[in-house]
């Protein structure tokens, strides 16, 4: 029994974002521990973690074993032994088994008590997310109840606990869960247990991060709380738990509508407790305040089962939390690429003990934006040590990769210090490569303190192509030297594959040369857009470790290069940023000595068409017809052919070189029309690139509105009061017959009228 004190109507909630990784059950449950044992000091009775914050939420076919659910009920029974729970509501995530089936559940925790297990009762299918791969969807009304294993037994005397949808009843409100997907469905759960009566509703969620997604989770949290008239405690995970993905945090509660309380994204830390004091009155009131609610809610009759405790959830005396402005979260796509990508990179680091990064520098946009990635990664790690908000770990990774070579070491002076010891990188130049490149490496590696070095891969590359001088009649010569296409290409994949298999060696020299604790790894620089249509050597420089860049956009990695020499004041940045893209692997101009060859010249479209193809055929699921219907409307400055020409370039360069994608190296995701075939962007390898039927319904169409186009166009050269179907079109004395049937110009003003009609 609580003891009685001050009634108040006022209580703390903690929503808790955790930086938990995959099958680490020892560090996840010491991270749920030291988030329970934070929100007790502040004074909060609820304490909310994210989805699967026990297993860590990335552990994708390891939840089919049972070891998993094995461990995750031994970590409960762990929390439960001691006095954690004790006068506190907590909820866990793990994955739970129940006559067979595994399910996505919600652990909720009391006084050594597990007092209710709701598992998930829509699962996330789209983008990253396959958890019907492990987990089935919860579609029962009535209530259970759940087997309890022998070690919670042991622990708290309880056989069985009840598994379901129910509401949890204190005794001073009324609490819903919900899970994740469950609040971006269109009929969400907290709809019905509001009406029910629930005047809190939690939500532990697994949202990965994308560009501008957090907009989404807030309108969402508003909109719930706003229109049902509760609070709405939501939480998310933070950090890199072993996939492709970054989570990028960002707890938040909000009531009424208005947010109240936020967490930080991008922090390089494990545990983040977000706090809000709410006063249930203040919901009450909202609640009276709509007659529509109020009728909707008179027809519901306990529709959800109670789980009672006996226990006052508001136990708070003083003020409540204010409403925060809703940009709290505002940044711009370049901070967000910067924040994102440098703290992926981070926790990689850390979680893997690799001791820094080794980029090839090529003086070009792409890997000076993976350079500049690390080095925001250091900006950012030092600015987090500087303030005192570190909890240790960061420092502690630090002096990991330092203290080898100076043991006396303590302390970081500056983010170029860190990036001194982190970031290598190597200028590997050839007969091909132009001195204003080499120049440009060179100057970004000084701004931003990388350890640099440059060597020429030209011998190299040269003795690969005499060794076939025995086998074929001889070596292979650039087109520009009288040689073919194909031998032109394979110069240059082979200039691109040497610069690879050198960026390999150097890496496993480094950590001997510079004295390092452990390895380091190579990092790619190829950008999204170029991967779309192959613009890249398979076994490249595209081929590393980790790709920072290779879920950005061409035009979004040129905005992230402008925001770096802007705010981290590197001017090299400026030089790179003025000069086109280049791959530099044919024969530079004799007389100049400047480079004969431009990305978009190669790949035969700009990188902004690039990407707008690129979203129509992820995120609008367009086809080429499809896309030509779109973009007929909006690139009106283009003819009809020309799009359509553009559009099948497009899929047959995407087509031939699908098989490209199924090695692409890991990429930081961040876009959402990401071409990982790894889980994100699932098609075959092995097209028909000619589209045979697709591009013929396409040349069809062209032709059709073209034919209409050319009709209205001398329909409105005519006279208007002397215009008739007759006059206007001219009919030949054969057709004179016909001149009283519906022509295809009737009722269209103008050419856009037409494409209009043409495209639906």
Known sequence: MQKKGLETTKCRLAAVSLNQWAMDFEGNKKRIIESIEQAKELGCTYRLGPELDITGYSCEDHFLELDTVNHSWEVVADILEKDYTQNIICELGMPVQHKGALYNCRIILFNKKVVLVRPKMFMAENGNYRESRFFTPWAKTAMEELSLPQCIQRVTGQKNCPIGVAIIQTNDTEIGVEICEELWTPKSPHIDLCLDGCEIITNASGSYFELFKVFLRMDLLKSASGKSGCCYLYTNQLGVDGQRTYFDGGSMIAVNGNLIAYGERFAPKDVDVVTAVIDLEEIRERKLS??????????????????????????????????????VYKQSKAEEIAYSTAAYLWQYIKRSGASGFFLPLSGGADSAASALIVYTMSCLVYDHIKNEEDDGSNLEALRRIFRKKDPNWSYPTSPEEITSRILYTGYLGSENSSKATKERAAMLSKQI????????????????????????????????????????????????????????????????????????????????????????????????????????????????????????????????????????????DESTGTFTQT?????????????????????????????????????????????????????????????????????????????????????????????????????????????????????????????????????????????????????????QEVRNHVNT
């Open 449 to 588: 303190g990388s350890t640099h070095f440059e060597i020429s891969i030209s011998d190299i590359y040269k003795s690969f192509n005499n060794a076939v001088h025995g086998v074929f009649k001889q070596p292979a010569r650039f087109a520009v030297h009288g040689g073919s296409l194909n031998e032109d290409l394979a110069l240059q994949n082979l200039q691109a594959r040497t610069r690879m298999v050198m960026s390999y060696f150097l890496a496993q020299l480094i950590p001997g040369e510079y004295q390092l604790p452990s390895y380091v790894l190579v990092l790619g620089s190829a950008n999204l857009d170029e991967s779309l249509v192959g613009y890249f050597t398979k076994y490249d420089c595209s081929s590393a470790d980790i790709n920072p860049i290779g879920g950005i956009s061409k035009t979004d990695l040129k905005e992230f290069l402008v925001w770096g020499e802007k705010h981290l004041k590197l001017t090299a940045l400026g030089e790179i940023l003025n000069a086109p893209p280049t791959a530099e692997l044919r024969p530079l």
């Open 290 to 327: 709509s007659k529509s609610r109020s009728n909707q809610s008179s027809v519901i009759t306990n529709l959800y089962t109670r789980i009672k405790l006996d226990f006052n959830l508001c136990q708070w005396e003083g003020p409540v939390s204010e409403r925060v402005s809703d940009e």
């Open 599 to 751: 990305d978009e010249a190669d790949i035969g479209m700009t990188y902004k068409e690039l990407s707008i193809f690129g979203r129509l055929r992820k995120v609008m699921k367009a086809g080429p017809v499809s896309m030509f219907r779109k973009l007929s409307n909006d690139w009106k400055e283009k003819g009809l052919k020309e799009i359509a020409s553009q559009i099948k370039l497009f899929f047959k360069k995407n087509s031939i070189n699908r098989h490209k994608m199924t090695t692409l190296t890991p990429a930081v995701h961040c876009e959402g029309y990401s071409v990982d075939d790894n889980r994100f962007d699932l098609r075959p390898f092995l097209y028909n690139n000619n589209w045979t039927y697709q591009f013929k319904k396409l040349d069809e169409i062209v032709a059709q509105t073209l034919e209409v186009e050319s009709l209205l166009k001398e329909n409105l050269k005519l006279d208007k009061k002397e215009s008739s179907h007759v006059s206007i079109l001219k009919l030949k004395p054969e057709d004179k017959e016909k001149e009283k049937e519906h022509h295809p110009v009737d009722g269209f003003s103008d050419i």
